[in-house]
């Protein structure tokens, strides 16, 4: 070789290896930062965490590992690296493992076998060099995964790469819910919503770990579900909306679509057919569900309680039983919803076994039954459940005749009510729901005020009515920061929750909101801030 060349060939090695060094030599990898579990605004706030001063740092190392052999956590693995590689611009990829990996990685975990956790609690061990999330039951995985978009900067919900660096702070998190019902309920009767908006609404919900979401999908404005036994209930039901609007229904593929995106997100979606009120769309598309058989016609007003089904005709029960057995098919859930409320115009007399037959043709399609509070007058078939919105006494009753209970007292629980007066949006006949308001209540609490015990408190659940809100950007106004408040009810011990302290961490989800793109309402009531 000659000589010359071959130098050369050294010398140009020695500077590509010196210049390969300059990154390393010149910025080496920063000490961990400092950081205090304990200051994260975390919601619903954790039972229980401790920290440990330090920090967790995302770099272009980072992977996330899943236990080898269950391919829900390798879909959970896929679903935190989704979350995490858009704003911060790395490519984290999940891998699977036979043990816990080498430093810098997160490590997902199923098997804790720990009592206290139960099927939806986890336990998130943040140190310097790994954070190691273990859970019973994929459920609790999900939750520290939300608990994990909280403690990182919020720029991480943002869909481009943004600056880091992409910190979390050390310790440990042991966490569960109290209650195992925590939700929401659209209404997309009055006003429709599109799957994809319906979709945005699970997204939100979820990050702060609902696992419910109740669709009215029926009322005297409009049918939202195609029923293929009875297609003139979408074709005609389903053609307007509050205002005159062209409403829209889902076809059952798009339902499908929505149910299998809420269980991807360990949300449960469960459908309600009101009845025997509430029912003009039905019938305005079927005659004969009428006693005079003829048709309505379609209503695109506000006002409740003028509409019922003959409750005295067999058509009426088959059409029952065959929308809910439709419907059924598509409910992986437990539940169906019967509605019950405000049926004005059916008499006491016809409505008590109208709802016993209905919830006898509930169980006949191996479901159980929900229904507003009203239907506690009936009898309470086993299983059945009873959602408190009005009348206590009636949650009471159905108690007392065997019933569970759902909370969602329209004075706390409503986010269709207005926040103050000067609210656009939304009602005011269950009174104003400022965010406080709607923060600070017990539902063990209420109801033991009212002779009902803790242990048949299911959860709650915050309706959202549709008569003013028109699209998504105004259920996000109505939903956001009061859905925070109500999962944190639903999750967070009562001894835990104060509103000093919760409002500084509502303070601080604005940069979240921000990042999302959610239209809250900057409530007065809470000290936003500043990032
Ligand atoms: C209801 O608000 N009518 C349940």
Redo the contacts with the bound molecule.
């Keep these: 070789m000659n000589k010359k060349f071959s130098s050369l060939t050294m010398l140009y090695a020695a500077v590509l290896l010196a210049v390969a060094m300059l990154p390393i030599s010149c910025t080496p990898t920063p000490p961990p930062t400092p950081k205090d579990l304990a200051q994260e605004a975390i919601i619903p706030l954790p039972v229980s965490l401790e920290a440990t001063g330090s920090s967790f740092r995302l770099t272009e190392k980072t992977d996330i590992y899943v236990q080898a052999g269950n391919p829900e956590l390798e879909r959970l693995g896929q679903y935190l690296a989704g979350l995490l590689n858009p704003a911060t611009g790395l490519e984290i990829g999940v891998k699977t493992t036979d043990e816990a990996p080498a430093s810098g990685h997160f490590y997902l975990a199923l098997g804790a076998n720990d009592a206290e956790l139960g099927k939806e609690g986890y336990q998130l061990e943040i140190a310097e060099t790994t954070v190691n999330l273990t859970a019973n039951e994929a459920a609790g995985i999900f939750y520290g995964i939300q608990t994990l978009r909280h403690l990182l900067p919020a720029a991480i919900e943002k869909p481009e790469k943004q600056e880091g660096p992409w910190e979390i702070a050390s310790g440990k998190i042991r966490d569960y819910p109290g209650y195992g019902h925590r939700g929401s309920m659209l209404d997309v009767s009055r006003h429709f919503f599109s799957v994809e908006e319906v979709k945005r609404y699970i997204d939100l919900i979820s990050l702060y770990k609902m696992n419910v979401l109740h669709l009215h999908l029926s009322d005297d404005q409009g049918w939202r579900i195609e029923i293929k036994s009875w297609p003139k209930l979408a074709e005609i039901g389903g053609s307007t909306e509050v205002g005159g609007g062209e409403g829209g229904f889902y076809t059952q593929e798009q339902y499908k679509d929505i149910v299998q995106y809420a269980q991807d997100r360990y949300i449960m979606i469960i459908p309600e057919i009101d009845m025997p009120g509430h029912t003009n769309a039905a019938l305005a598309s079927y005659g004969e569900l009428n006693c005079d058989g003829q048709p309505r016609k379609l209503y695109t007003g506000t006002e409740v309680g003028f509409s019922t089904f003959c409750t005295t005709k067999d058509t009426v029960y088959k059409f029952i039983d065959d929308v809910f057995r439709e419907l059924a098919a598509l409910t992986p859930g437990p539940y169906l919803h019967i509605g019950g409320?405000?049926s004005h115009v059916t008499p006491m007399a016809e409505y008590i076994p109208f709802i016993n037959r209905v919830q006898d043709i509930v169980a006949a399609h191996g479901k159980q039954v929900v229904g507003?509070d009203e239907i506690a007058n009936a009898e309470m078939k086993p299983g059945t459940i009873v959602q408190l919105?009005a009348g206590a006494e009636n949650a009471k009753m159905g108690v007392e005749k065997g019933a569970k209970v759902i909370m969602s007292p329209?004075s706390k629980a409503y986010i269709d009510m207005k926040y103050d007066s000067t609210t656009e949006l939304g009602l005011a006949w269950a009174g104003y729901i400022e965010v406080d308001t709607g923060y600070i209540w017990d539902p063990a609490a209420m109801a033991a005020a009212e002779g009902v015990d803790k242990s048949v408190i299911l959860g709650v659940e915050a309706p959202l009515?549709s008569e003013t809100v028109t699209n998504i950007k105004e259920v996000e106004f109505m939903a956001f920061p009061r859905i925070p408040g109500i999962a944190e009810i639903g999750w967070t011990p009562a001894n835990l929750r104060q509103w000093d302290e919760y409002k500084l961490r509502l303070g601080k989800q604005k940069a979240r909101f921000e990042a999302m793109e959610i239209n809250y309402y900057a409530s007065p009531k809470v000290p936003w801030a500043a990032q």
């Design positions: 409320d405000e507003w919105w329209a009515w």
